[in-house]
């Protein structure tokens, strides 16, 4: 499949995507960023979600920041088509985009067009209620076999997604597209950060202290003064989670920050098996410094320009 001139940089949290992102934006003029993040989207969730500065963005386009206020839900469908409109936009004038961001399953719908599903809470409401989930993982052997094929009986969020949309829309949930264990040609180039695990923990433990430093706490606080409170996809953000806890009186702040650096060093295990199982990505180690890679990022972001 011929390139289509734009760039996606992944990886996990804490690699130092969003920096190098910037770097190649400023060395090659018209060149956009769209962010590929799940909670950057929401306004007033900047500094914990380490979301480019004003003076970032005034130098530099960026898309699908503060689409939403932190008491609405956005859907990866609603993302998929904001994040569809941007680069459309940015194509038709003759500019090009670089994708950054960790969120997986955002990044998948966008690099391949994923068809994805609606969702029907009513019913997802109701297969929650059931505790069995090895029944529930039996009543979709009867109603999509190929899906409950391609996953493990005891993982419960995946079994109740594939319920869900098999009885919420009235057709078998593996009917949606060949999934997320396909890895399809893509137009998207996709470059990957690696970091080895020790390092990423410091990264991530620094960066943490320093968004503390910034007013991170602040900023959760007015998150939960709103009066109906953050959504639910909003509320289970990484830090704002452990800090809204706090705020509740419910742990210490030691304990907060203790708890949410760890949650954030699981969550970067996962980020990598997900992207490490795209056999797409080409993939770079940066150690402590992600410039250390731009030379390259910048020769792969060169040789993807359509009609280059």
């Excluded at 011929?2 to 990886?11: K, M, R, S």
């Excluded at 941007?86 to 955002?106: E, K, S």
């Excluded at 830090?239 to 203790?258: F, I, N, P, Q």
Aim: include cysteine; proline fraction near 6%.
């Amino acid at each position: 499949m011929q390139p289509n001139g734009h760039l996606a940089i992944i990886g996990a949290t804490a690699s130092g995507k969003s920096s190098l992102a910037l770097e190649v934006a400023r060395r090659r003029p018209g060149t956009e960023l769209v962010s590929m993040d799940s909670m950057a989207l929401y306004r007033g969730m900047d500094i914990g979600t380490a979301a480019p500065t004003a003076a970032e963005r005034a130098e530099v386009p960026t898309h699908l920041l503060d689409l939403v206020d932190p008491d609405e839900d956005y859907s990866v469908s609603m993302f998929q088509k904001a994040a569809q409109t941007a680069i459309g936009d940015i194509t038709a004038r003759d500019c090009r985009a670089v994708l950054v961001g960790g969120t997986g399953l955002h990044v998948r719908a966008v690099v391949d067009d994923l068809e994805i599903p609606g969702e029907w809470a009513g019913v997802r409401s109701d297969l929650d209620a059931q505790s069995d989930t090895t029944a529930l993982h039996a009543r979709l052997v009867e109603l999509d076999p190929v899906a409950a094929g391609r996953m493990e009986p005891t993982n419960r969020r995946r079994v109740i997604r594939a319920l869900e949309v098999s009885i919420g829309s009235g057709r078998p949930f593996s009917s949606f597209g060949p999934g997320l264990d396909a890895y399809p040609p893509t137009p998207f180039t996709q470059v990957g950060l690696r970091v080895d695990r020790d390092r990423l923990d410091r990264r991530i433990a620094d960066r943490y202290r320093r968004q503390l430093d910034e007013g991170f706490l602040d900023e959760v606080r007015r998150l939960a003064d709103l009066p109906g409170g953050p959504s639910r996809s909003a509320a289970q953000a990484l830090g704002y989670r452990e800090l809204l806890s706090h705020l509740r009186g419910e742990c210490t702040l030691d304990e907060a920050v203790d708890e949410a650096m760890a949650a954030t060093r699981k969550f970067a295990r996962r980020q990598d098996r997900w992207f490490r199982r795209d056999p797409r990505i080409e993939w770079f180690d940066v150690g402590d410094e992600p410039m250390v890679v731009l030379d390259q990022v910048l020769d792969r972001f060169d040789a993807a320009q359509v009609g280059g």
